[in-house]
């Protein structure tokens, strides 16, 4: 079976996803959305670094949606609802990098998507490595216990060679700390809530609230990253958590720790990667780390890898995400997702 693939903008994350695609055996690149004017009229392969892939992006979305296709792969910087429900409504699947279960976007928003989605007979599965891939190993763990009392949940990481770092001016980076970035952080990282419910959904947890807390910490020099200023004083790093409640115990806990670069104020320890750990009995522990591959390394690049760690969880569900019943989907309620084995 192979499955026709639109690829929704070549960013970060978008490009990984095209060189993941072509090189899924199940899955045919068709069509490509340049958002960007300059990419329209280009050979996809030449916007993602790769050999010529015969497909032309184009910034007509009529075009696209007219076309025979099974699922559009959703990457742009920040999702357009409307845009959204409207390639649900042309019968087509839709993964992306930003979406779980779209509870933070409320209920008029998630209803929208749900029907657009079940009238249609197509699903919307949003993932990546946090919120995503992540979270779901760490929810699997708990199956080697004979019972378990909380997961605890840590992406540690610093974002010095993140080509997208700019991404997080609407968090506040570049700016003087302030009481508002609470409420900013809470509203823009919404999704980061919605994976307490999906692992709440996987291990039966019947939480009774979701707590977030949030803390900045400021550069004491200026610093520049990636063409991305933050002068000194300003929002160079942030730790979110947040907290799924069973009554007055934190059952889920899900920490999540940025630094660009050292000496911050306060400054967190960096352990690069996911530290999760299932207490119960017996407890579980796991740590995932990411190792650049060769090419990676050799075209000084290795910084590459959280691309692809978070578009491939994405690419490699399209599959599942495409015979799934229709409506908005999670990994509580698809089939495992599986990796293809590919020769050299
Ligand atoms: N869950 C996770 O683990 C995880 C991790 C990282 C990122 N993400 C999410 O993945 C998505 C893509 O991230 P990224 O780093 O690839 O983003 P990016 O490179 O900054 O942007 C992706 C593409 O979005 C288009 N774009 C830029 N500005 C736009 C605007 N104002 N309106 C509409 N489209 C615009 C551009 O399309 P063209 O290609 O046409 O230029 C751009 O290449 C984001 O939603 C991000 O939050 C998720």
């Not at 949030?214 to 790093?237: K, L, M």
């Not at 530290?275 to 017996?282: K, L, S």
């Amino acid at each position: 079976m192979t499955y026709k693939v639109i690829q929704w903008t070549t960013g970060h994350v978008g490009r990984e996803a095209v060189k993941g695609i072509m090189r899924h055996p199940e899955l045919e690149l068709v069509g490509c959305y340049a958002w960007s004017e300059h990419k329209a009229g280009k050979d996809v392969g030449e916007l993602c670094g790769i050999d010529p892939t015969g497909v032309i992006a184009t910034s007509d979305i009529n075009q696209l949606l007219a076309l025979e296709a099974d699922c559009v792969c959703y990457m742009p910087t920040f999702p357009d609802i409307d845009e959204v429900e409207r390639i649900l409504r042309s019968g087509k699947n839709v993964v992306s990098s930003y979406f779980i279960n779209a509870r933070s976007w409320g209920p008029e928003v998630q209803t929208r998507l749900i029907q657009a989605a079940e009238q249609s007979g197509v699903s919307l599965f949003g993932s990546g490595i946090f919120p995503g891939f992540a979270n779901f190993v760490a929810a699997m763990m708990a199956s080697a216990s004979y019972g378990f009392s909380k997961v605890r949940f840590l992406e540690s990481v610093d974002l010095t060679h993140y080509e997208a770092i700019a991404n997080y001016a609407n968090l506040g980076w570049g700016q003087p700390p302030e009481e508002k970035w609470r409420a900013t952080n809470e509203s823009v990282l919404g999704t980061y809530a919605e994976c307490i419910d999906v692992i709440a959904d996987l291990l039966h947890i019947p939480i009774t609230e979701i707590r977030f807390d949030y803390e900045s910490a400021t550069a004491a020099d200026d610093r520049e990253f990636h063409g991305y200023s933050i002068p000194a004083g300003t929002i160079a790093g942030q730790k979110c958590q947040w907290t799924g409640m069973v009554g007055q115990e934190a059952v889920i806990e899900l920490e999540v720790v940025w630094n660009a670069g050292k000496g911050l104020q306060p400054e967190w320890p960096v352990s690069h990667g996911y530290t999760m750990e299932v207490q119960g009995d017996p407890g579980v522990h796991t740590r995932v780390k990411f190792v650049p591959s060769k090419s990676q390394m050799q075209g000084g690049r290795p910084a590459d890898l959280a691309n692809v760690v978070t578009a491939m969880p994405v690419v490699n569900a399209i599959s599942a995400v495409c015979e799934a019943k229709a409506g908005i989907r999670t990994y509580a309620d698809l089939p495992l997702i599986r990796a293809y084995y590919t020769a050299k």
